[in-house]
């Protein structure tokens, strides 16, 4: 045996792999929105009007949304170095396919595969992560992967409008689509399925991903050739996979108001202008940005200092939900349209220190499976996402904009409770067991 003082310093490769992985999170989020900068182009070229674009826009949604499942399932079973590129490949092709979309059918074919191809990516990423990290670093690595998201959806527009003023809207599909190609090459010579086995990784970092047994030896790695059955009524007939789905459908809900209809809200209540609009409504993402990694990085730090999960992702995440909640109904209801830009970046800022906690919990209690429900935590707040946008809508039109913000509130509020009351972070929702937990030698 040898001792835990011998194994040395671990290295810094599997913040290298990190690094790599979020680009893949960036590259996501840059494919999905480039759409919304480009419509107006679109629009032109094909006289689409709203309603037909509307159609576009949820081919993505509602085959993103299917394919949750079945690309965690995927990514769970031939693992992640095969499939995580094989995903990204496929969308980035479909991506390329957008800029020579012809007809209307073609338009909407094209957008439901890209939505299919990029279902699978964060379930199998988590799936990934999963192997690569320790329990004690999860809420970081998924607040700090998110958090990429959020940049790529910031970038995008001015990038986007570089590219069309010079070589027109087509190369902006041109250029991203090879963007993800080249990341698939990168990632399949440099990632493997366990860090046991990659030359660059050595016994230090092993023992800090595995832990030690009672014995004080090293855990043994995880079988990835196994080929796991997925225990589908075991996982649908555990509460707490449903706490979780209905929890992460509650936070996608809201977020939604930040990433489609802020500029829109901006602009037509708060009376801005649109230089002013393009100010203000970017300020909440980056806000989320930083709402991301810090709630990863707090829960990761809760875990190390009290080795209690409960308390980890739990205290985090209902933090959290206070403060947007204490946020986002004075920003709503405030005469003041300044106090309300304010507001709102705070919200966004504790709604998204949700994010990271949320994914740390789908690894903590799904193990093996954990693709799997990552997969089905995230369909569910895909589909509560695709919904939503025609819920504002009625909300807006028939309602108010204030209406519209009291409802996220009170889900909030909801989901607050079943954070704090409900799902429980250290019950593994495949199996009776714990699921794994920071040990004291690891600590």
Not at 408 to 434: H, N
């Given at each position: 045996?040898?001792?835990?003082?011998?194994?040395?310093?671990?290295?810094?490769?599997r913040w290298f792999m990190l690094f790599i992985i979020c680009l893949m999170y960036l590259?996501?989020?840059?494919?999905?929105?480039?759409?919304?900068?480009?419509?107006?182009?679109?629009?032109?070229?094909?006289?689409?009007?709203?309603?037909?674009?509307?159609?576009?826009?949820?081919?993505?949604?509602?085959?993103?949304?299917?394919?949750?499942?079945?690309?965690?399932?995927?990514?769970?079973?031939?693992?992640?170095?095969?499939?995580?590129?094989?995903?990204?490949?496929?969308?980035?092709?479909?991506?390329?396919?957008?800029?020579?979309?012809?007809?209307?059918?073609?338009?909407?074919?094209?957008?439901?595969?890209?939505?299919?191809?990029?279902?699978?990516?964060?379930?199998?990423?988590?799936?990934?992560m999963q192997l690569w990290y320790s329990p004690s670093e999860r809420g970081f690595i998924?607040?700090?992967?998110?958090?990429?998201?959020?940049?790529?959806?910031?970038?995008?527009?001015?990038?986007?409008?570089?590219?069309?003023?010079?070589?027109?809207?087509r190369w902006v599909f041109y250029i991203f689509g090879l963007t993800g190609v080249v990341?698939?090459?990168?990632?399949?010579?440099?990632?493997?399925?366990?860090?046991?086995?990659?030359?660059?990784?050595?016994?230090?970092?092993?023992?800090?991903?595995?832990?030690?047994?009672?014995?004080?030896?090293?855990?043994?790695?995880?079988?990835?050739?196994?080929?796991?059955?997925?225990?589908?009524?075991?996982?649908?007939?555990?509460?707490?996979?449903?706490?979780?789905?209905?929890?992460?459908?509650?936070?996608?809900?809201?977020?939604?108001?930040?990433?489609?209809?802020?500029?829109?809200?901006?602009?037509?209540?708060?009376?801005?202008?649109?230089?002013?609009?393009?100010?203000?409504?970017?300020?909440?993402?980056?806000?989320?940005?930083?709402?991301?990694?810090?709630?990863?990085?707090?829960?990761?730090?809760?875990?190390?200092?009290?080795?209690?999960?409960?308390?980890?992702?739990?205290?985090?995440?209902?933090?959290?939900?206070?403060?947007?909640?204490?946020?986002?109904?004075?920003?709503?209801?405030?005469?003041?349209?300044?106090?309300?830009?304010?507001?709102?970046?705070?919200?966004?800022?504790?709604?998204?220190?949700?994010?990271?906690?949320?994914?740390?919990?789908?690894?903590?209690?799904?193990?093996?499976?954990?693709?799997?429900?990552?997969?089905?935590?995230?369909?569910?707040?895909?589909?509560?996402?695709?919904?939503?946008?025609?819920?504002?809508?009625?909300?807006?039109?028939?309602?108010?904009?204030?209406?519209?913000?009291?409802?996220?509130?009170?889900?909030?509020?909801?989901?607050?409770?079943?954070?704090?009351?409900?799902?429980?972070?250290?019950?593994?929702?495949?199996?009776?067991?714990?699921?794994?937990?920071?040990?004291?030698?690891?600590?």
């Amino acid at each position: 045996m040898q001792k835990q003082s011998e194994l040395g310093k671990p290295t810094s490769y599997r913040w290298f792999m990190l690094f790599i992985i979020c680009l893949m999170y960036l590259i996501t989020y840059m494919d999905r929105v480039n759409i919304s900068t480009t419509a107006p182009m679109i629009r032109k070229e094909f006289g689409f009007d709203k309603i037909t674009m509307g159609f576009i826009f949820s081919a993505f949604t509602f085959a993103y949304s299917l394919g949750q499942v079945p690309g965690g399932w995927i990514g769970d079973r031939f693992g992640p170095r095969k499939v995580l590129p094989a995903l990204v490949t496929f969308w980035s092709v479909m991506t390329l396919a957008t800029a020579q979309a012809g007809s209307l059918v073609q338009w909407i074919l094209i957008r439901a595969l890209f939505g299919a191809g990029e279902a699978g990516a964060f379930p199998t990423a988590t799936r990934a992560m999963q192997l690569w990290y320790s329990p004690s670093e999860r809420g970081f690595i998924q607040g700090i992967t998110h958090s990429a998201t959020r940049i790529g959806a910031a970038i995008v527009p001015p990038i986007s409008v570089i590219i069309m003023a010079k070589l027109g809207w087509r190369w902006v599909f041109y250029i991203f689509g090879l963007t993800g190609v080249v990341w698939s090459a990168i990632f399949y010579l440099i990632y493997r399925n366990l860090p046991e086995e990659h030359h660059s990784v050595n016994r230090a970092d092993v023992a800090k991903i595995r832990g030690f047994d009672e014995n004080g030896n090293i855990k043994e790695p995880i079988n990835i050739k196994k080929r796991p059955t997925v225990p589908w009524g075991v996982l649908l007939k555990s509460s707490n996979m449903w706490y979780l789905m209905i929890i992460y459908a509650i936070y996608i809900y809201t977020s939604w108001i930040f990433l489609t209809w802020l500029p829109i809200y901006m602009m037509e209540y708060r009376k801005f202008s649109l230089m002013q609009m393009g100010i203000f409504a970017s300020l909440p993402l980056w806000a989320g940005v930083i709402g991301d990694t810090f709630g990863g990085v707090v829960s990761d730090y809760v875990l190390k200092k009290t080795n209690n999960i409960r308390l980890a992702r739990r205290s985090v995440a209902v933090g959290g939900t206070i403060g947007a909640v204490a946020l986002l109904l004075p920003g709503a209801m405030t005469k003041e349209p300044y106090t309300a830009v304010v507001c709102l970046t705070g919200a966004m800022f504790f709604l998204e220190c949700i994010l990271g906690p949320a994914w740390a919990v789908a690894m903590d209690v799904g193990g093996e499976y954990s693709g799997t429900v990552s997969g089905l935590m995230n369909m569910a707040g895909t589909l509560a996402g695709a919904f939503s946008q025609i819920l504002f809508g009625v909300i807006t039109q028939y309602g108010s904009w204030v209406a519209l913000f009291v409802v996220s509130s009170v889900l909030l509020t909801i989901g607050g409770f079943m954070w704090a009351f409900l799902l429980d972070p250290a019950k593994s929702v495949v199996e009776k067991r714990k699921p794994e937990v920071l040990t004291a030698a690891n600590a």
